[in-house]
């Protein structure tokens, strides 16, 4: 049985998911506020954090701050219809997906599931991917850059990987959505975008130029390294 964390003051709601998940087969341990949550989700004792933005004690956005500083845990963030630059600062920092308020339980459960089958994801048929200066085992799910760890999150891995194994060919946004978060792509849906641009930080230019094209109105190019300039 999974355990997830949710931080989220809403005592009555986070009652209703600990019943819902459980029919799930989820063991939900929940705490409303961002000192007891931080301390909890550093506790390794869950797969997978659920955090709400609005917080007493630290506001959810310094709570995923400071566990992304030392933790990779995957991380579903909840806010408010209308938070959009909430969404992309937690998205930034490092949080797998966001769901906002009010969101249908299904939706929720789809969204955990989606990540901790990502996040659990091993590659055994799969070796090792090098690409220049960029390595990525499957298999550990590591990534470097000239030998140095990447600290990408479990969704910036699988994005990397898929973006690389495909070098040389545009792979659409729809596609990027579908693989790397399990969900069609939404109305003005930005997450992969933020995905691909937190990529681009870690591993900066390569000695040829861009790495990572956009290719407008269609989605992301890996540029091969016979091509990139």
């Not at 999974?2 to 819902?20: A, P, S």
């Not at 799969?126 to 590591?142: F, M, T």
């Not at 109305?187 to 990529?199: E, K, Y």
């Amino acid at each position: 049985m999974d355990r997830v964390l949710i931080v989220d003051d809403d005592v009555q709601l986070c009652r209703l998911l600990k019943e819902r998940l459980s029919t799930e087969g989820f063991e939900l341990e929940a705490v409303h506020d961002g000192v007891r949550g931080l301390e909890r989700a550093l506790s390794l004792e869950h797969a997978l954090v659920i955090l709400d933005l609005m917080l007493p004690g630290i506001g959810g956005l310094d709570v995923l701050r400071r566990l992304r500083a030392k933790s990779p845990i995957p991380v579903l963030i909840l806010t408010a219809r209308g938070e959009e630059i909430d969404r992309i600062l937690g998205l930034e920092i490092g949080a797998d997906d966001y769901v906002p308020k009010p969101f249908n339980p299904r939706e929720l459960i789809a969204r955990i599931r989606a990540i901790l089958r990502r996040s659990s994801m091993t590659a055994a048929s799969a070796g090792p991917l090098n690409h220049g200066d960029i390595q990525l085992d499957p298999k550990s799910r590591e990534a470097s850059l000239n030998g140095v760890s990447l600290n990408l999150t479990s969704v910036e891995f699988t994005l990397l990987e898929l973006l690389l194994r495909q070098a040389g060919h545009v792979v659409t946004r729809e596609q990027l959505t579908e693989s790397v978060l399990g969900r069609k792509l939404g109305p003005f849906d930005r997450v992969i975008d933020v995905h691909v641009s937190n990529i681009r930080k870690k591993l900066g230019p390569s000695e040829l130029g861009q790495r990572i094209k956009s290719i407008r109105g269609s989605g992301y190019l890996f540029v091969p390294r016979s091509e990139a300039r």
